[in-house]
C-alpha cells in the first residue's frame, strides 16, 4: 500500500521535505474530549488497549483534528512487565501500579520473556487494524519503553520520584539487575519485532528514566540495551526501511553517544537546544522535537513565537521531526493545538524551499 503522506519517513531519512513534519507524544489521549468519551466506554485503561476497534479509534482521533504526519499506536509502555504476570494495574490519579514489584534477585530469575505474538496478541491485532484503517494516509508508528525505564516501573512497583528501590538493586546486585535488563531487551526486540511484522512503519523506544541515572550507570544500564536492541530489530520490511527513534528524557548530555547507537534519530526534550544538537551530531542522525509541552497553555501568539524559535534553531534543510518535548498534557486545550500546527504550517515551508529549489 503506497504511503500519501511519507513527509515523516523522508525527514527520517534526512531526505528533502516540502515542510517539517510533525507529531505529538501522547498525541492520542486525556486532552481530547472524544478520547474521553471513548476511555469512559471501555470500563478501564488496560480494556481500552485491548480492545482493538477500540484502541483503533482513538488513535485516529488525532488525525481528524490535525494535520498530523504520522500515527502513534494507542497502547501503553508497560504491556510486556504486565505480559510477565507482575499485576498491572491503574489507580486514578496516581498512575500505573504493579501488585507483585520484582526487589530481588531470586524475583528476577523466576520471570521469563513473554512472546509478543501469543502473550501481547492484542497488541498486533490493534496494530494491523490501525494500519488497515490508515490506508496509506500517514506512517503508524510502534514504541516500548526502553528496558531500563520497564525496569524501574517493576523495581519500584509504581512511578518514582527518588528511584530508591530500582538504584538499590543496581548498586548492590548489579549482576541481577544486568539479568533483568538483558532479559527485558529481548522481550522489547520481540515485541518491536512482532508491531513491525503487523505493520508498524517506524518504532519509537520511550527511555523515560534514563536522565535520572548518572553517566557511567547510564551508559552501562540503559544505553547499552537499547543498542542491543536496535541491533535485533528488523530494518528492512514492506519493500521500505524501518527507521527506528530512541528518546531518553533529559538525556541530552549522552546525545553523541545515543546518536551512535544505530537508531536514524533522536528525540530530545526541551531542556537541549535544537542548534546545539545539530552541531553535535551533524548528518549522522535526524533530530526529533522538543517544544516544552506547557507552552500549550499558553495563547496563540506566544505558542506561534515558541514555534518559531524552535524552527529557527535547527535551522534549514532536512532531518527534522518537530514534536513536544516529551507527552502533551491531559489539561491542555485542544484549540491551542490548533494554534501550534497553523504556526508550524505557515513558518516551516521557508526552511525547505531552498532545498526544494536545489
Not at 341 to 357: E, W
Request: proline share 5%; hydrophobic share 40%; net charge negative.
Amino acid at each position: 500500500m503506497e504511503l500519501k503522506n511519507d513527509r515523516f519517513l523522508r525527514a527520517l531519512a534526512r531526505q528533502p521535505v516540502d515542510r517539517t513534519p510533525v507529531w505529538m507524544m501522547r498525541q492520542a489521549g486525556r486532552y481530547l474530549p472524544e478520547y474521553r468519551e471513548v476511555r469512559a466506554h471501555a470500563g478501564s485503561f488496560m480494556d481500552l488497549c485491548r480492545n482493538q476497534e477500540l484502541a483503533c479509534e482513538v488513535t485516529l482521533q488525532p488525525l481528524e483534528r490535525y494535520p498530523l504526519d504520522a500515527a502513534i499506536l494507542f497502547s501503553d509502555i508497560l504491556t510486556i512487565p504486565d505480559a510477565m504476570g507482575l499485576g498491572l494495574y491503574f489507580e486514578t490519579g496516581e498512575g500505573p501500579k504493579f501488585r507483585k514489584p520484582v526487589r530481588t534477585a531470586a524475583e528476577v530469575d523466576a520471570l521469563s520473556v513473554p512472546d509478543a505474538e501469543r502473550d501481547l496478541d492484542y497488541v498486533m491485532r490493534a496494530v494491523s487494524t490501525i494500519r488497515c484503517e490508515l490506508n496509506g494516509r500517514v506512517p503508524l508508528i510502534g514504541f516500548s519503553g526502553s528496558p531500563w525505564t520497564l525496569a524501574t516501573y517493576m523495581v519500584e512497583g509504581a512511578s518514582s520520584k527518588d528511584f530508591r528501590h530500582v538504584k538499590t538493586m543496581l548498586y548492590d546486585s548489579p549482576d541481577a539487575m544486568h539479568r533483568l535488563l538483558d532479559m527485558l531487551a529481548h522481550a522489547v526486540t520481540d515485541y518491536l519485532n512482532a508491531q513491525i511484522r503487523a505493520g508498524a512503519q517506524v518504532v519509537q523506544i520511550f527511555d523515560t528514566w534514563g536522565g535520572a541515572l548518572t553517566t557511567p550507570a547510564y551508559l552501562e544500564f540503559s544505553l547499552r540495551y537499547m543498542e542491543q536492541i536496535v541491533a535485533g530489530l528488523i530494518r528492512e520490511h514492506e519493500g521500505r526501511r524501518v527507521p527506528v527513534i530512541l528518546f531518553t528524557k533529559n538525556g541530552g548530555q549522552w546525545l553523541e553517544d545515543i546518536a551512535a547507537a544505530g537508531s536514524d534519530a533522536v528525540g530530545l526534550d526541551w531542556t537541549t537546544e535544537l542548534s546545539s544538537a545539530r552541531a553535535r551530531v551533524g548528518h549522522r542522525v535526524a533530530l526529533q522535537g522538543n517544544l516544552d509541552p506547557n507552552v500549550l497553555f499558553a495563547r496563540p501568539s506566544a505558542i506561534r513565537a515558541e514555534v518559531a524559535r524552535t524552527l529557527d534553531s535547527y535551522g534549514h534543510g532536512p532531518g527534522h521531526i518537530f514534536n513536544l518535548g516529551h507527552g502533551i498534557n491531559q489539561f491542555t486545550n485542544p484549540d491551542n493545538v490548533t494554534a501550534f500546527m497553523d504556526a508550524l504550517h505557515d513558518l516551516s515551508p521557508s526552511y525547505h524551499r531552498q532545498i526544494a529549489q536545489d
